[in-house]
């Protein structure tokens, strides 16, 4: 059975990081593409970061490059999001996702990351 | 950046009626592999999104044969043709083809 177990949201202060994990079980995880995509509570899904399957190449979106670095770990079978300098913008419900935009597709649970002081 | 713009925004359907929901992306998301990498997401109250249809028009496994997904340029149309109270959700369609990836406004489809 496929599963994403995702971890490390909380609360924290403007200016702090947070690290954002999402371990995989059920299928071959460096066979596949990862994506980190947040929503704000209420809100629309919104796309933030993209790792290939070796962990060579990464995307970014505008708001997030610079502050937060998405990376892989194929012999633990997680995907990481490390976040700094973390805004008050930055807070929403994280999910990571396998293969967006194909028949692989599919996502974590989300956790909560909330940036207030 | 590709954007992606959905009608309706609000959908109110009766159980057993059928229903509909538009895309349109800003340019075209036609790969050179021959794919269009455009999805359909549900995301029920509660839970995270799961994929409904992909490439456009292909429907994923274990998504019941009342959806199906149909393209026409830049043009892209979801239907449900007899919607179920497990429809309930907010859907979103999806771009992939390039970085950022851009998800429309979603539509609430309430009963």
């Known amino acids: 059975e496929v599963q994403l177990v995702q971890s490390g949201g909380g609360l924290v202060q403007p200016g702090g990081s947070l690290r954002l994990s999402c371990e995989a079980s059920?299928?071959?995880?460096?066979?596949?593409?990862f994506h980190w995509v947040r929503q704000v509570p209420g809100q629309g899904l919104v796309w933030v970061s993209r790792i290939d399957n070796y962990g060579s190449t990464t995307n970014y979106a505008d708001s997030v490059e610079g502050r937060f670095t998405i990376s892989r770990d194929n012999a633990r079978n997680t995907l990481y999001l490390q976040m700094n300098n973390l805004r008050a913008e930055d807070s929403a419900v994280y999910y990571c996702?396998?293969?967006?935009?194909?028949?692989?597709?599919?996502w974590g649970p989300g956790t909560l990351v909330t940036v207030s002081s | 950046d590709i954007v992606m713009t959905q009608s309706p925004l609000s959908l109110p359907v009766t159980p057993g009626e059928p229903a509909s929901i538009s895309c349109r992306s800003s340019?075209?998301?036609?790969?050179?592999?021959?794919?269009?990498?455009f999805d359909w997401y549900l995301q029920r109250p509660g839970q995270s999104p799961q994929l409904l249809i992909y490439?456009?028009?292909n429907r994923a496994p274990g998504v019941p044969d009342r959806f199906s997904g149909s393209e026409s340029g830049t043009e892209f149309t979801l239907k449900i043709s007899r919607v179920e109270a497990e429809d309930v959700g907010v859907y979103y369609c999806m771009q992939g083809l390039q970085t950022p990836y851009t998800f429309g406004q979603g539509t609430k489809l309430e009963i």
């Open positions: 059920g299928f071959s995880f460096s066979s596949y593409w």
């Open positions: 490439w456009g028009s």
């Open positions: 340019q075209s998301l036609l790969h050179r592999n021959g794919n269009v990498f």
């Open positions: 996702g396998r293969d967006l935009a194909g028949v692989g597709s599919y």
